[in-house]
């Protein structure tokens, strides 16, 4: 074990860890970088309508009118701690179990049961609460995988999982690799090579993540892929982590499989304790600034442990108490989710509708905040380099930050992920019309 | 390291090694394999590998050993079983010792196969989830089951355990003052339901700069951009330990410490802590010569110490380490090269001064020295704490590393504090004047609280030590014993909760290394609280008395 070695320099500079000082967190990637670039020029309706249109951040923003009308309607001032007032709330702000209030809980099973159209029932006492779903996914990492095992996740995949599973936790991502010849599906050839690439390494594989409905695709995953996951799974004997925090962004609710609809039906107890769900309200509901996570287990150790290991990221009680009212108001859910789905369909087509007449296609899509499109006609070189470039060339040119591929580990080059439900109508329209313009340019070329 | 059968276990090498039977027999198990090496590959590889084993294990035996002290009860946080069971104990200790080994025998020997469910989980789970049964939560799980309340159960339990505070009111008057702000900031959408900087709302920062300042009575002036806001606490210590230190390091702490040290350092980080034992002969005080002693030992063990975790005001005793100590401290790290993570979470609770010192912050010496190394000091902060909102979840990190805060920022989007609660807080502790009364009012209910009970202790003959900040007293109860061991302390402990239903701490979570100390937590009680808790140690006295 080595002592007192120094870095670079000899100044007896203090050292940190590798955690500390690695890129892990990925916050170097073209995913970030277009942020940067968002927040030193954004674009402003009436102050900057030349600016950088944020079109990389997956935010819900259409539907916040049915959430802030229900606030004020049935929370007029001091009635949200009802007739406790004052010392209701001080109660609530002493609350510091671990546990989470019964109430909310009680009110997130009911709202993720609703999601499913109650194809699925889920149990209070199996929901363990953390800060936000980034935390969700880190912590199921620590408790199903040791430092060096490897997680297998379908390519391409949120960039934040980079961080989000591997930097604290010392675990690695070996990829699925999907790819456009059958709209990005996870095909068995592709799990089972998969596995093998981490074995030949020598590496333990402990489980499979998904996200349903994916991001970036923007599409569910179909119900016989799901089983032929959980097959997997068990003949390889590790597990499923399905984390579908898109759930309640479905435009067509029937189009939506949840795993916890095929868990449900199973007898099997060691079949069902290979599976987890990761939950969270930021983008059904449009609340990320909430930081309200969950995670669902049918395992009860892994429920045990991970409400203990909660306690790094726990929910702050007032949010618990201010979202438990609202999410068990079942009338109040089912319309919002209603709407929601019903707008963000619009968006989508609005979108692709108009990315068509620019002669651009998208995947065919029916979930989340955003499309998968395909630029991979306009590259120079069918590489990395050659999509970054365009991806700059977007930037800026047309002020418009959108993510590529690359940085969500798509194996194939030129597809990029453009989010929609982040602005108003207008202003996507606005980024429509620079896409056309653009498109316009390079024709006459 | 690469494993080709992850399941292996070395365990049937060792089997295979002369480890029993007649010296005669011994002697033939270790040569027979041994004179493969002569006669094949097969042989070769037996005649190597055994006594490779072998060495392993020795060596693995003899560190065990070598340890100063036994490892007390890890930290957990479910209960089971309603008593410690100090044999029990024991073999958790040893448990915690494996883990603390380096990663690859920890995964080969803990084998992480839980029954009753097929698949396994981590190595980490599995650690957590056999965690003894401390008192700290069986403890935490009577008060919960049977709580006192002056009115309606006069005969429950006693919550004297958790160091919260509680029972202070301030909040009520401020809380009915201004309701809107108080329930209609978390109303307000726009603004807050967006993403927002993980690490803290610059206006939360700059609330909180200023209550830590009003706490260091002024003597010094934070910088808001150098703070990183959490979820907690236990989010704070352990961002810090995975910033500073590497899987398999060390942090040396001064014991007795805080209870949550061994969850909130260890747990999931792979850094392990060694205590630094203080005496009762010292009042507690941390001597240097200890503290080189035990980082010498460690670097000649190999292994590598990254910093020291010292908490001022002292948790469980509630000393203040005055400003000789504190430079002291920054000598030893600067000569050693590691760093200090100074855990300040109850500055805003000293009572005491005057008779006993003052409190000075780690800030406000790094401030007035000229040549200290600013780089390897980090402070922790807990807003909860103080303002006694537990519920609302928001602690700090403080540091003067800007390497430390760029990647703790990263690392917060992993707890961060929500929103809404961000909000309330600016509104709560903005107002200069509501943050002075409040300092002041808590300070001086703290203090009448913290003299009736050391004046009822006193005349039961039961002495504490002097704290002056804090929301807590160390208290000897020594002579209680039914014998002067860690089993006497745990009976001891036992009859408090039993025949007393007091919950108090026992020395041992906090790593003491001489038992019948124990911490008692008042910030809990209100005045008259304190007579009925001096009735029901005083019933526990007589039983004590009754016994020997």
């Known amino acids: ?445 | 390291m690469t494993r080709t059968e992850p399941n292996r276990s070395p365990k049937s090498d060792s089997e295979n090694s002369g480890n029993g039977g007649g010296g005669g027999t011994t002697a033939m198990r270790v040569i027979v394999p041994l004179q493969g090496v002569v006669q094949g590959r097969g042989g070769l590889f037996l005649g190597s590998v055994i006594p490779c084993a072998f060495f392993y294990f020795l060596q693995f035996y003899l560190k065990r050993n070598r340890k100063n002290e036994p490892d007390r009860n890890p930290d957990s946080e479910d209960s089971n079983s309603g008593s410690p069971d100090p044999t029990r104990s024991q073999s958790v200790g040893n448990l915690t010792e494996l883990t603390s080994l380096p990663r690859s025998l920890s995964r080969i020997l803990l084998s992480p196969r839980i029954s009753g469910g097929a698949v396994s989980v981590s190595g980490r789970a599995g650690f957590v989830i056999k965690g003894g049964d401390s008192p700290y939560h069986v403890g935490q799980k009577r008060v919960e089951e049977d709580p006192y309340d002056e009115s309606g159960n006069p005969d429950g339990v006693i919550e004297l355990g958790s160091a919260q505070n509680v029972k202070f009111n301030l909040e009520d008057d401020w809380v009915s003052e201004n309701p809107r702000e108080v329930i209609s900031d978390g109303l307000c959408m726009s603004g807050i339901a967006s993403y927002e900087p993980s690490h803290g709302l610059m206006e939360l920062k700059m609330a909180v700069a200023g209550f830590m300042s009003e706490a260091t009575k002024n003597s010094v002036s934070f910088d808001p951009s150098q703070l990183v806001l959490t979820s907690g606490a236990a989010s704070a210590i352990e961002i810090l330990s995975f910033c500073l230190a590497d899987s398999g390091n060390a942090f040396l702490v001064p014991t007795p410490c805080s209870p949550g040290y061994d969850r909130d350092v260890k747990w999931r980080t792979g850094v392990d802590l060694i205590h630094v034992p203080c005496r009762s002969a010292d009042n507690f005080n941390i001597s240097m010569l200890v503290l080189d002693r035990a980082f010498y030992q460690a670097k000649k063990r190999g292994v590598r110490i990254r910093g020291i975790i010292i908490s001022n005001p002292w948790n469980p005793t509630g000393t203040l380490l005055s400003r000789e100590n504190l430079y002291a401290l920054l000598d030893f790290a600067r000569e050693r090269n590691i760093h200090i993570i100074s855990n300040e979470i109850f500055a805003g609770a000293v009572h005491g001064e005057g008779g006993g010192g003052e409190f000075a912050s780690m800030a406000e010496v790094v401030d007035t020295e000229e040549n200290v190394d600013k780089e390897r000091v980090h402070i922790i902060y807990d807003l909860s704490k103080d303002l006694s909102f537990p519920g609302l979840r928001t602690a700090a990190i403080y540091s003067f590393n800007d390497n430390v805060l760029s990647a703790s920022r990263k690392l917060t989007k992993l707890s961060p504090v929500s929103s809404p609660t961000q909000h309330l807080l600016v509104s709560a502790i903005s107002s200069p004047k509501f943050v002075q009364r409040f300092v002041k009012t808590n300070r001086e209910r703290l203090m009448r609280i913290y003299t009736e009970l050391v004046k009822g202790l006193k005349e039961l003959g039961i002495e504490c030590t002097r704290s002056n900040g804090g929301l807590f007293c160390w208290v000897d109860m020594r002579g209680l014993m039914s014998s002067y061991s860690e089993k006497g302390e745990i009976e001891l402990w036992n009859k408090l909760l039993k025949i007393g239903k007091i919950n108090v701490i026992p020395g041992s979570c906090c790593h003491c290394i001489e038992p019948g100390w124990f911490r008692v937590c008042f910030s809990n009680l209100s005045e008259r609280d304190v007579s009925v808790v001096m009735n029901r140690i005083r019933k526990v006295c007589e039983s004590c008395k009754s016994q020997h």
Not at chain 1, 36 to 50: G, R, T
Not at chain 1, 314 to 325: F, G, K
């Open chain 1, 1 to 445: 074990m080595m002592e007192r070695s120094s870095n670079n320099n000899n100044n007896n500079v203090v050292e940190l860890s590798r955690v500390a000082v690695s890129d892990t967190h990925g916050e170097d990637s073209p995913y970030f970088a277009g942020w940067k670039a968002y927040d030193e020029n954004p674009y402003d309706e009436s102050h900057n309508p030349s600016g950088v249109i944020q079109m990389g951040l997956a935010e819900n923003q259409v539907s916040f009118d049915l959430l802030e009308s229900y606030l004020e309607k049935k929370n007029p001032e001091g009635s949200m701690w009802g007739s406790k007032g004052a010392p209701g709330f001080r109660e609530n702000a002493l609350f510091q179990d671990y546990h989470g209030l019964k109430s909310f809980r009680q009110a997130m099973a009911s709202f993720m049961q609703q999601i499913r159209g109650g194809k699925a029932s889920f149990d209070p006492d199996r929901i363990v609460l953390t800060a936000g779903a980034t935390a969700a996914n880190e912590l199921l990492t620590f408790i199903l995988a040791d430092p060096n095992d490897a997680l297998l996740v379908p390519t391409p995949y949120y960039p934040g999982f980079d961080r989000d599973l591997r930097w604290r936790t010392g675990v690695r991502i070996v990829p699925i690799h999907c790819d456009s010849s059958n709209h990005f599906q996870i095909t068995p050839e592709a799990l089972e090579q998969a596995y093998q690439t981490a074995r030949d390494s020598n590496i333990r594989v402990r489980g499979v993540l998904i996200t349903n409905p994916s991001n970036p695709l923007g599409a569910t995953v179909q119900k016989k892929v799901l089983e032929n996951l959980l097959d997997f799974c068990v003949r390889k004997n590790i597990h499923l982590v399905s984390d579908e925090i898109y759930s309640g962004s479905v435009f067509h609710a029937s189009e939506f499989t949840s795993v916890a609809e095929i868990v449900e039906n199973i007898d099997d107890v060691s079949v069902k304790e290979r599976v987890h769900i990761v939950y969270s309200l930021s983008k059904d509901l449009g609340l990320p600034g909430f930081r309200v996570g969950t995670i669902y287990s049918y395992n009860d150790n892994v429920v045990r442990t991970a409400r203990r290991m909660s306690s790094f990221t726990l929910v702050s009680s007032q949010t618990q108490h201010m979202l438990a009212s609202m999410l068990s108001d079942e009338e109040f859910t089912e319309k919002y989710i209603r709407i929601n789905r019903e707008r963000l369909r619009r968006r989508y087509e609005t979108i692709v509708e108009g990315l068509k007449k620019a002669g651009i296609e998208c995947l065919k899509g029916n979930a989340g905040l955003f499309c998968w499109m395909n630029l991979g006609f306009l590259l120079h070189t069918k590489t990395k380099e050659g999509e970054l470039e365009l991806w700059d060339v977007i930037l800026k040119e047309l002020k418009l930050n959108i993510s590529p591929g690359s940085s969500c580990h798509c194996s194939e080059y030129g597809w990029f992920r453009v989010c929609f439900a982040n602005m108003s109508e207008k202003t996507l329209d606005i980024a429509l019309e620079r896409i056309h313009e653009f498109m316009d340019r390079r024709r006459k070329f």
